[in-house]
């Protein structure tokens, strides 16, 4: 080894050692007499110290190294005489006799430093020196965590890891598919899986009654902050189980990581909350519940009163925003022009104050007079000092412009403490999604989810309000994972995809396999996946999965350090029998 020790490793207690240390040079300080060099590797930072006085020669040397380059020392752990309580090692120091480099470094093109100088985009094209930062290596040292906790605990309940192909057969998950040309196969392309969704199911069939798998899938869809074209799953598969069966054994699995990674634990079982129920209060699939400001629906109140606006909507909804009466008309009409920016698409926003003095102020007091506004106040139990916004419209777009405004004003009221995590289950989604474009049904889940034997007789009648038994878990408003119980009848299934509009052939000619294992003693089963970069970011307290994930892609879908997608050359293309026409648009 070129080091008796890591950076991070020496302390009080091993005074007088004579050791060897390797790392990068963080910054040097020369101080006349001393020359200071900050070391640096992943475990830590020592400071190696230079005395002009015992060894000049060695002094100039140690002025002379530049940020970044790789060294070697040897020397004796020596007591600081001016500490530096803030950093494990900084009681210590190094009084080096010899001094190697290793390897130089040009100087790097930001500061690896926590307040580093780089923009997003210089630190993605040198990720491989952002990942020397401290806040990169804690993202990654914590995923490392998260993996080996869900390894510990799925191990334990007896599950199995196995791993299925990436060149696979397109498997819909409502996103395109990423496509690879087959050279051995000239004109047949290969997908990459959107998920292993039929392989853990044939996996059931085979009798691998508990699978999991910590694996990468590919969906090639717009990007956010909280997407990547490329990313990872905890996907988990169990046969003869129940719904109830999967969320016990999965919720014991985010317990687990909670108590083992953030030392959080959990007071009795995770909430659960119907889709149709989460939808009313929240306006959201995804709730965050850490607050309330629940929706509430105010037709009864607000309509028919003369103000065409609330007359001529499907639906009035309100939220109590705590505490706000006192709002200036600044922040009020700032608030408004929020709501009518076209991502959250509302036409206006209506307010009430509610004074201290029991008097309401509001924008609608034309319409509406002080018994009517404190009628409204009562129903949404708003109290003196509250503040009610209203927003009316046609139900979805109601209901989604208010969940954005409940989010805004759950942030700006400092209510979403990242320090503090609310999980919540929503079961009971619809089977199917209405989608106005294609003007036909999609599954909401995935057509392989299975609809409450109750609703099964609807599937044909009425199709739209058939539920299934699909489940996701939210926590802080972030949807950590999701799955269902599956259909394991190839007749049910056949049906399926009959209502999603899929004929016998093309049914036939993607799900075929599927179809036939059906047919060779498939056992009810059940699985869920979790976004497990998701998970991690929430558990580092972050937005951005991009953060925890070692070599992301860009928005644009780029690698910008490997110059990613890239053209291939004519050969190349020629030996996969592709022709290449990149279109104007
Ligand atoms: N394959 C599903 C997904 O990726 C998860 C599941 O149903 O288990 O969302």
């Not at 491989?128 to 930062?133: A, I």
């Not at 699995?253 to 889709?275: A, M, N, Q, S, W």
């Not at 139900?395 to 954005?404: F, G, I, P, S, Y």
């Not at 007749?491 to 036939?516: H, P, T, V, W």
Request: with cysteine.
């Amino acid at each position: 080894m070129l080091r008796s020790h890591t950076n991070g490793q020496l302390r009080i207690d091993d005074l007088g050692k004579e050791v060897t240390l390797s790392g990068w040079v963080q910054k040097t300080r020369d101080l006349g007499g001393m020359t200071f060099v900050d070391l640096r590797d992943r475990y830590g930072i020592t400071q190696l110290a230079f005395n002009m006085d015992v060894d000049a020669s060695l002094c100039e040397e140690a002025r002379k190294l530049g940020r970044e380059f790789v060294i070697q020392v040897r020397g004796k752990v020596i007591e600081r005489s001016s500490k530096n309580p803030g950093m494990p090692t900084g009681e210590i120091e190094i009084d080096v006799d010899s001094l190697q480099v290793l390897n130089s470094s040009k100087t790097p093109p930001f500061t690896i430093e926590d307040q580093t100088d780089g923009g997003d985009e210089l630190r993605m094209q040198y990720r491989y020196l952002d990942l020397r930062r401290n806040q990169p290596r804690k993202n990654l040292e914590l995923r490392h965590k998260m993996s080996l906790e869900v390894r510990n605990y799925l191990d334990s309940a007896n599950f199995l890891e196995v791993e299925t192909p990436y060149l696979i057969k397109s498997t819909p998950e409502g996103a395109r598919d990423f496509v690879v040309p087959s050279r051995m196969n000239p004109g047949e392309f290969y997908a990459l899986p959107q998920s292993p969704q039929t392989f853990k199911q044939l996996l059931m069939v085979s009798g691998y009654d508990r699978y999991y798998q910590i694996v990468r899938c590919f969906r090639d869809e717009d990007l956010r902050a909280d997407r990547q074209p490329e990313f990872t799953q905890i996907d988990c598969e169990m046969a003869f189980v129940e719904q109830e069966d999967v969320l016990r054994t999965f919720e014991g699995l985010i317990k687990h990581l909670f108590e083992t990674v953030k030392g959080v634990g959990f007071d009795g079982d995770f909430p659960r909350i119907t889709y149709d129920e989460a939808m009313e209060k929240y306006g959201s699939d995804k709730p965050d519940i850490r607050f309330g400001m629940e929706f509430n629906e105010m037709n009864q109140w607000a309509q028919n009163k003369g103000f065409r606006v609330f007359d001529d909507a499907e639906v009035v909804l309100g939220i109590v925003a705590p505490g706000c009466a006192e709002y200036s008309r600044k922040q009020l009409d700032k608030l408004t022009d929020w709501v009518k920016r076209p991502q959250i698409g509302a036409k206006g926003l209506v307010y009430v104050k509610c004074n201290e003095d029991g008097t309401f102020k509001s924008n609608v007091d034309k319409f509406f007079d002080q018994n009517e506004l404190a009628l409204w106040a009562k129903e949404t139990h708003a109290e003196k000092g509250d503040l009610i916004l209203v927003l009316s419209g046609q139900v979805d777009a109601t209901r989604k412009q208010l969940n954005e405004l409940r989010l805004h004003m759950g942030t700006a009221l400092g209510l979403r403490n990242p320090e503090i995590f609310k999980p919540l289950w929503v079961v009971d989604f619809p089977l199917l999604e209405w989608d106005d474009e294609t003007e036909r049904f999609h599954a909401m889940h995935h057509p392989f989810t299975s609809p409450k034997p109750a609703d099964v007789n609807g599937m044909e009648d009425d199709p739209g309000s058939v539920r299934a038994n699909a489940y996701d878990l939210a926590i802080n408003g972030v949807e950590v994972g999701g799955g269902s119980i599956r259909i394991h009848d190839r007749e049910l299934q056949s049906r399926m995809f009959d209502l999603l509009g899929f004929s016998k052939e093309e049914a036939r000619n993607q799900f075929g396999f599927l179809m036939d294992a059906f047919e060779y003693g498939a056992p009810p089963h059940g699985g869920i996946a979790f976004g497990f970069d998701r998970l991690c970011s929430l558990f580092g307290g972050q937005e951005s999965i991009r953060d925890f994930i070692a070599f992301p892609k860009n928005n644009s879908g780029r690698d910008t350090m490997i110059d990613a997608p890239s053209p291939l050359d004519q050969e190349q293309l020629k030996d996969l029998g592709v022709q290449v026409q990149v279109s104007e648009e």
